[in-house]
């Protein structure tokens, strides 16, 4: 099995880029239009992407393995690749820099899915540029939380 593994730095605290990560109410604005699912172990996960005359895409998962602050696992239950996971590790390097590794896994080793790492890589690359702006533009989350 294969995987793509890429390193980005920013400069926030590992606190906000966990949360800008894992709380749905975020992450629809920078990852997908629509999120369902907070991290549970054992918990299930859709993004839905709305792109236009093509329609809807939805992927779905279920959470394996979350440490607060320190590494979320994702496994796919219907990519055409089979069992894919996402893996994020979360690294503090310092009060207000932090480092997210984005691991995803589990592809064949045929060279025939060498397009889906390739593409997996540069939709990353691009989402952490999205990310980077959100965060730059939205210092407080509150405002995207829904209250009790």
Known sequence: MRETRSEFEFDE????????????????HWLADEVRGRPKVGGEFSWTWHLGIEGNFTTKGTYKKIE??????????????GDIYLQLIFDSLGQKKSKLTIVNGGFPSSDAFNHWLDGIREGWEHQ???????LAENPDFSKFLKSP
């Not at 605290?13 to 629809?28: G, H, K, N």
């Open 128 to 134: 952490v540029v999205t990310l980077r702006k959100f």
């Open 68 to 81: 607060p602050g320190h590494e979320l696992v994702m496994e796919w239950k219907d990519h055409p690749a």
């Open 13 to 28: 605290p590992v606190e906000r880029l966990w949360q800008a990560t894992t709380v749905y109410e975020v992450l629809v």
